[in-house]
């Protein structure tokens, strides 16, 4: 692939700021992936973010546009399903893991594990009254909004 | 195109120096394919993990990403890293003789 003179991506530092698994996902995505090309990765959970790295809420995460996905798959045998937002969540974890993606759990394990920096935002930690207890055993620390910028330097930085 | 040349023996690679080959790969040219990675001694660690990358790419057509790497080999993501620090799967493909795996996860 032509890169022309172009310096190399060698860091990333992403933030996750949503809880749907349509949101969550890229994010996990490209974090795992700038560890797999041997770059270094820092992901940032913030907001609703935050359920994702939440103990007691990061495997009840859902798909939120029911509507979009419905639109890109067979309509389901018999009545609509009374839980839609469930349905389509059950249907496209199974996709994810016909497509070794791993659950929301496993995938931060791997994230750490290839050397990645998981952090939750200090703020939103004490917003949901939130200690390090009640977060995944994956994130190094409850941080500011500073140190997220001193924990990114040299990063491109990347919202979601 | 590039080659490399390894024991008076000139070996085509693409151009991320990945064999074009597998036919032309030994242990010697792991090895050699390993010190540029910077590996210096590869270990039965290293060969297991090799042993499944050609494994799965004599099936499949493909190297394994990360993932079906750890399930295929039963080497934790942790100790692949370890073995083949910054980007297990694309390493261990490079040493394999393997072209790089194109698998997202």
Known sequence: MENNNYEPVKKVSIIISKNSLENVYPGLIMANGALMEGMDAVLFFTFFGTDVVTKNRMDKLQIKDVNNFMSHMPAPNGPMPENLTQFVTDQIMAQFDSMDIPPVGEFLEMIHDGGGQIFACKAMADMFHLTKDDLCDEVDDIISVGKMYEVSAGAQIIYT | ?105
Request: charged letters at 30%; proline letters at 7%.
């Open chain 2, 1 to 105: 195109m590039a080659t490399l040349e390894i024991n008076g023996k000139t070996i085509p690679v693409d151009e991320d120096g990945y064999l074009e080959n597998l036919e032309d790969w030994d242990k010697e040219v792991a090895a050699f394919l390993a010190k540029q990675e910077g590996i210096d001694t590869l270990t039965d660690g290293h060969w297991a993990v090799i042993e499944v990358m050609q494994k799965t790419f004599k099936e499949t057509g493909t190297g394994p990403s990360l993932r079906k790497l750890s399930k295929a080999s039963g080497v934790p993501t942790k100790e692949l890293y370890q073995l083949f620090p910054k980007g297990p799967a694309k390493k261990a493909a490079k040493v394999a003789g393997i072209p790089k795996p194109t698998g997202c996860v």
